[in-house]
Nanobody, 121 residues
Framework: QVQLVESGGGLVQPGGSLRLSCAAS????????MGWYRQAPGKEREFVAR???????NYKDSVKGRFTISRDNAKNTVYLQMNSLKPEDTAVYYC???????????????WGQGTQVTVSS
């Protein structure tokens, strides 16, 4: 079974930076889109950023210019560089990936368990 493991979360002051990582493990044939979502207390999970296998990116408007998503296909890993962090960025960040396992005919959606990001002074 495919597993996504996030790392890099933590506590930072406003204006600080964090770099999140998410590595996919298991018997993987290919990975299509990878992305990041977040969920703050009392709110619905929301889209943050995504990147296709070809490198095309898309961002939530409020993080444009501050966050950068990238991926290393050789390592089956996606990253989220977060700069100029604001208190409103505080949330649990979840990794998402569309993964095709060996022998599969379609891609399946996988989610990580989440990593906490807290922005506070």
């Amino acid at each position: 079974q495919v597993q996504l493991v996030e790392s890099g979360g933590g506590l930072v002051q406003p204006g600080g930076s964090l770099r999140l990582s998410c590595a996919a493990s298991g018997v993987i044939f290919s990975i299509n889109t990878m992305g990041w979502y977040r969920q703050a207390p009392g709110k619905e999970r929301e889209f943050v950023a995504r990147i296709t296998s070809a490198g095309s990116t898309n961002y939530k408007d409020s993080v444009k210019g501050r966050f950068t998503i990238s991926r290393d296909n050789a390592k089956n890993t996606v990253y989220l560089q977060m700069n100029s962090l604001k208190p409103e960025d505080t949330a649990v960040y979840y990794c998402h990936a569309e993964v095709r396992g060996s022998g599969d005919f379609v891609f399946f959606d996988y989610w990580g368990q989440g990593t906490q990001v807290t922005v506070s002074s």
